[in-house]
């Protein structure tokens, strides 16, 4: 009888060991598959980066030289304005001479 109760464990401890050897060749082949998917994407998302990379690059140079222009025409308006600013002034004390001149006659 503890032979035959070995025996049945044995089988029972057989068919758990194969049905798991199973399973677990069945994800193994399903992770080598995925896998090989994976990796035959592998090629097109380094290109997909490499060209991304070089597209921020480009429009992080674009937005330098937008910036640098900015900076330029706002020196620009500044000088013009200080100018203007200047010109007025003259334009002033030549009206207030003017009148000192017409008030002097």
């Known amino acids: 009888k503890e032979t035959?109760?070995?025996?049945?464990?044995y089988e029972i401890y057989k068919d758990v060991?194969?049905?798991?050897?199973v399973r677990l060749k069945d994800q193994m082949t399903k992770f080598s598959k995925e896998n090989r998917k994976y990796q035959e994407q592998v090629p097109r998302l380094q290109q997909r980066l490499k060209?991304?990379?070089?597209?921020?690059?480009?429009?992080?140079?674009?937005?330098?030289?937008?910036?640098?222009?900015?900076?330029?025409s706002l020196e620009t308006?500044?000088?013009?304005?200080?100018?203007?600013?200047?010109?007025?002034?003259?334009?002033?004390?030549?009206?207030?001479?003017?009148?000192?001149k017409i008030k002097d006659q």
């Open 4 to 9: 035959q109760a070995e025996i049945m464990d």
């Open 17 to 21: 060991m194969e049905t798991a050897v």
């Open 51 to 72: 060209r991304d990379t070089l597209t921020l690059k480009i429009q992080a140079r674009k937005i330098e030289e937008l910036k640098t222009k900015m900076v330029e």
């Open 77 to 100: 308006e500044q000088s013009i304005k200080q100018t203007l600013l200047k010109e007025r002034e003259e334009n002033h004390k030549i009206q207030e001479e003017s009148i000192i």
